[in-house]
């Protein structure tokens, strides 16, 4: 039994659509079928989880720009391009730009719902990380100014009584603002709290040039 994940179908073909249709739903995946890209970024929910299938020659928008578009837009969404060309450059252009696979019509059945479940577990681990990252920019929201300068500074690998010297304060007092930045994020160690700076975009405060 398949997760509630979505397989959006994007097609203009409508013999493919039924065919996809046929072997998706054979091997227990929820499918949604869309007949040009305009209709599929007028009618897909971002928010849901899943993967799409798209062909790459289409009248109007093409599957490669309906590619960009989503990158544009910041969906994480996993692409599985089909093509009855089988025109390399394009395939190409697709693996650089993040697409699953490209496969060659007529599909291999075989082939195709592998790269449907490595493109759906690579929607499930960006939905992850994301919601992830949302997790810990909700958790910097907690710290005090005082406490993101002792974070800033905590990154950057001075020990305590460096970056008290740098605040103007006390040893005891960056211990005690260190630890209550290592609780309100949900950090065990200061590789932890370096791996979550990175991930949110903070960069490491500079020690003062005076000492």
């Not at 227990?28 to 849901?48: E, R």
């Not at 950057?156 to 290592?182: F, P, Y």
């Not at 994020?185 to 903070?202: H, P, T």
Request: proline share 4%; with cysteine.
């Amino acid at each position: 039994m398949k997760s509630a994940a979505t397989v959006y179908v994007v097609d203009d073909d409508p013999g493919v659509l039924k065919a996809l249709t046929r072997l998706l739903q054979s091997a227990g995946h929820n499918v949604v079928l869309f007949a040009s890209p305009q209709a599929f970024l007028d009618g897909h929910d971002p928010a849901v989880p899943g993967c799409l299938i798209l062909d790459v020659a289409m009248p109007g928008i093409n599957g490669l720009e309906l590619q960009q578009r989503l990158a544009k837009d910041g969906s994480c969404r996993a692409i599985v391009f089909i093509s009855g060309a089988g025109d390399i450059p394009k395939s190409v252009q697709a693996m650089k730009a993040g697409a699953v696979d490209f496969l060659t019509k007529p599909c291999n059945d075989v082939q195709l719902l592998e790269a449907v479940d490595i493109a759906l577990g690579k929607d499930r681990e960006a939905r992850q990380a994301n919601d992830d990252l949302n997790r810990m920019r909700r958790r910097l929201t907690l710290l005090t100014s005082r406490e993101r300068e002792v974070f800033e500074h905590v990154i950057s690998g001075q020990i305590n009584k460096a970056i008290a010297t740098d605040l103007g304060t006390v040893e005891k007092t960056v211990k005690v603002h260190r630890a209550r930045v290592m609780r309100k994020l949900g950090a065990a160690s200061l590789a932890d709290l370096v791996r979550m700076a990175e991930k949110m975009g903070i960069r490491p405060a500079q020690p003062s040039a005076n000492r």
